[in-house]
């Protein structure tokens, strides 16, 4: 069985990383999408609140295979996540050029702690190349319409939240 990780954080996650799962699954026979509870970082939901999001978005909303996913979260090297689910890859979803270059330094230092583990950059489809959870954050925040670029119950939360 081929197993995936993909870490981020996820705050919220949006159809860009959809997008990314999608493509995942066609690759791989097991994702599990790991958000992260960093404590050097501020996120607008919690760890708990983030875990509810990404299942409902992609269990209740989107319908995925619950067999295919495992939704976690995790406060270590996302290496050490890999050796834990025996996973052959690290994800890394790419939007644009200036995503790059922090990327590629990312994989490299996950190449040397443990030069078994492949790191693939997967880029979402184009009309959701844009779409950032900040961005989508402050769109709700003023008042716009974010249905476009969240599930529904994704988009709930975030007007719940503000």
């Known amino acids: 069985m081929k197993i995936a990780v993909y870490p981020g954080t996820f705050d919220p996650i949006t159809y860009g990383h959809i997008d990314v799962i999608k493509k995942s699954l066609k690759i791989f026979d097991k994702l599990i999408v790991a958000t992260t509870n960093n404590t050097d970082k501020d996120y607008f939901f919690s760890i708990d609140e983030r875990i509810d999001i990404i299942n409902n978005s992609l269990f209740k909303d989107l319908k995925f295979d619950r067999k295919r ?10 290496i050490e996540l890999c050796k834990k689910y025996n996973a ?3 994800i890394r979803g790419l939007r644009a050029v200036s995503d790059f270059e922090y990327e590629f330094q990312l ?3 996950n190449k040397k702690l443990n030069s078994k583990i492949e790191t693939m950059f997967l880029m979402s ?3 959701n ?4 959870s900040k961005f989508v954050k ?9 249905n476009r670029f969240v599930t529904k119950y ?3 939360m975030l007007r719940n939240k503000y």
């Open 69 to 78: 996913i495992k939704v976690i979260s995790f406060n270590n090297l996302t």
């Open 107 to 109: 994989a490299g230092m």
């Open 138 to 146: 402050e769109i709700v925040n003023l008042g716009g319409d974010i």
């Open 154 to 156: 994704t988009a709930k």
């Open 129 to 132: 190349q844009i779409i950032s």
């Open 88 to 90: 052959s890859a690290i």
């Open 125 to 127: 489809d184009v009309e």
